[in-house]
Each structure stands twice: as C-alpha cells, then as structure tokens.
C-alpha cells in the first residue's frame, strides 16, 4: 500500500507552491539549507519548516506574511513602454543574500510577468538549483527554457513546474518527484486542466500509484546493485579475518 504523504499539508490555493514543488526542493536542498524565494505567500511557511528562507516581495501586504522567513521587499518597478515591469533592481542589490542553495522562481504575481530576470540575471548565483514554478504557463515555460539554455544545463520539466539542477536528477529522485507533482495533479478539477492543455483528458490513466512503485524498484535495484558491487565484495573478503576472530571471540564468551 502506498504510504501517505510525509510532506508538510499544502493549501489547495493555486498561488502557493504545492507538494510536486516542496518535494523536489527536499529531493535537492538538504534540511537546513537556504531559499531564496522570489514571490511569497502561504506556501513561504512550508518552506521555513525545513529550511532558511529569503522571500523577495513586491507587494507591501505580503511582506512579512511568513513568520520565520527573512524578507526583501522590493517594490514592483514599471518601466512603460515594451520593457517589461519587474522588482526594483537597487532593492534586490541591497537585499539579496551572499549564498543561497535554491532559486525558487514563483514571483512576481503571475499577470504582472516574470521575465524581468532574464534582464537581471547578473543578480543572482548561477551556480545554485533553480526551480521555476508554474511553467504549465507558457511565459514561465519560455523563462525556465531560457535559463536552462543560458546556464549550459538540462531541465526537467514537471506538468507545473520545471527544476534546473546544478547537476541532472537520478531515476530514483524524478520518480519521486513525479509521484508527488501526480498526487496534486489528480486533484485538481477539468476545468483547471483545460485552461492549459488543449485536451484535458489524459491517453494514459494518471495515477501517482504507477510512480510509488517505481520508486520502490529503482530503491530496491539500487541496494541490490550495491550488495553485488565488488567494492562491497573486497571489503568483505579484506574483513574477513577480523570478522572470523571476532566471532570465536564471542562463542567463547558465551560458554
Ligand atoms: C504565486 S505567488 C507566490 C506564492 C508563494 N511562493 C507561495 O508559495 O505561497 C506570487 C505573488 O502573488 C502574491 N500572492 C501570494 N499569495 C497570494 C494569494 N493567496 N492571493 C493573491 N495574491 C497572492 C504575492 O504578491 C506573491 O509575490
């Protein structure tokens, strides 16, 4: 039987990050580790349970929403004309932290546009995983297609969002995150799902169960792999001398 969830309960709001997101944040960023978090909201404090938490935000009624996160505000800057609006650069010059290990992309609000750091790349660690949500939008598709191209890296991409990893995913880690990003998919209603696809209904039957299994063959491949690995064999062949004399050892205690 599949075991529940063991993620933090997500809101069903469609602007917080969902439980596809937070697991591949937890597939790549160990507890304790840093986020920077461009756009906050209800799902910054699933991420402060876990991690420490920088959240850029452009609107003041958001700064601060999150107890536990540290805040930048940086107002949203409309340039006019065919630029397109974005943070104010000088506030994020100011404020943006040294280190970091994710660069959650999920502001600012989706109508007002996000491409502003395309032009404003220079801001932020390139060498760092990038996460960018909402991509079942095409304007972030085409943002998280960018930076993949511009950073040299490969991309995978979820229904919703895409991960630009500093180095690619094993099988075992995008099955998991598939089985997760899958587990909100079958809740979300047709109408959501037509507002994206051309077609809403799936040619294969969606079912996160497919990819619960997955991970437990790829998980029971990988220590069958390891127990069969000569490394493991010479080792036990070096070690056997001590594990013989240990043994009598202990026989003799025992009498
Ligand atoms: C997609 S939201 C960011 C969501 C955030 N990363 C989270 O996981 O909760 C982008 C912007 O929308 C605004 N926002 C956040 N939550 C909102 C909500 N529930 N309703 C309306 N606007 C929201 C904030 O200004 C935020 O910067």
């Not at 280190?99 to 609000?109: H, K, M, N, R, W």
């Not at 995008?174 to 799902?193: G, M, N, P, T, Y």
């Not at 998980?219 to 064999?233: F, H, N, P, T, V």
Request: proline residues 6%; negative net charge; hydrophobic residues 35%.
């Amino acid at each position: 039987m599949e075991p529940p969830s063991t993620l933090p309960n997500m809101s069903e709001s469609h602007w917080a990050i969902d439980g596809g997101v937070l697991a591949a944040i937890e597939r790549l960023v160990p507890e304790g580790g840093t986020v920077l978090e461009l756009g906050s909201g209800d799902g910054t404090a699933a991420l402060v349970e876990r991690y420490r938490v920088y959240s850029v935000e452009d609107d003041e009624a958001w700064v601060g929403h999150c107890e536990g996160a540290t805040y930048i505000h940086a107002p949203f800057n409309d340039p006019g004309g065919k630029r397109p609006g974005w943070y104010d650069v000088d506030a994020l010059r100011q404020g943006l932290p040294e280190t970091y290990d994710l660069l959650l992309i999920d502001g600012p609000a989706g109508h007002k546009g996000r491409d502003g750091i395309l032009h404003h790349l220079d801001l932020f660690r390139t060498d760092v995983h990038i996460l960018v949500d909402d991509t079942v939008r095409t304007h972030e598709a085409d943002i998280a297609r960018e930076l993949a191209m511009r950073l040299n890296r490969p991309m995978h991409v979820f229904w919703n969002f895409s991960l630009i990893p500093t180095e690619p995913l094993n099988a075992e880690d995008v099955a998991r995150i598939q089985w997760e990003a899958v587990r909100v998919l079958e809740k979300k209603d047709e109408s959501f799902i037509k507002r994206y696809f051309r077609n809403p209904s799936p040619t294969r039957k969606i079912d996160r169960l497919e990819w619960y299994d997955k991970v437990r063959q790829l998980r029971d491949q990988d220590k069958a792999e390891i127990s069969q690995s000569y490394s493991l064999r010479i080792g036990q062949v070096i070690t056997f001398p001590i594990r013989l004399l240990l043994s009598f050892t202990k026989k003799r205690r025992s009498l």
